[in-house]
């Protein structure tokens, strides 16, 4: 599975982006699909994860409320819609793909198997 992250840009506070995740492969309706955030100098950090049929989701704390993870197998691609965006949102955004189980489980980038090069999101106050 190959993957593919679009859809960054600048964006005042409280403004929305929607991130699109395009993938390769017949295989990626089989996978459950994360996405994670990595700001200048911390450590890459879940976001939210959905199940490969797209029936369930989690989320980070951070986020929950604010953003909604959707996908489209038909189009093999996940999408990321970020509302109510803050400065602190700011960051690289990456998605991946997993043959994990639980979607509630998915949480450390350790349990995902392919990853996309990533997006910048930047966020101004």
């Known amino acids: 599975v190959q993957l593919q992250a679009s859809g960054g840009g600048s964006v005042q506070a409280g403004g929305s982006l929607r991130l699109s995740c395009a993938a390769s492969g017949r295989t990626f309706s089989t996978y459950a699909m994360g996405w994670f955030r990595q700001a200048p100098g911390k450590e890459r950090e879940f976001v939210g994860t959905i199940s490969w049929r797209g029936g369930s989701t989690y989320y980070a704390d951070s986020v929950k409320g604010r953003f909604t993870i959707s996908r489209d197998n038909a189009k093999i691609t996940v999408y990321l819609q970020m509302n109510s965006l803050k400065p602190e949102d700011t960051a690289v955004y990456y998605c991946?793909?997993?043959?994990?189980?639980?979607?509630?489980?998915?949480?450390?980038?350790?349990?995902?198997?392919?990853w996309g090069q990533g997006t910048l999101v930047t966020v101004s106050s």
């Open positions: 991946a793909a997993s043959s994990g189980g639980i979607v509630g489980a998915l949480r450390s980038p350790r349990m995902y198997d392919y």
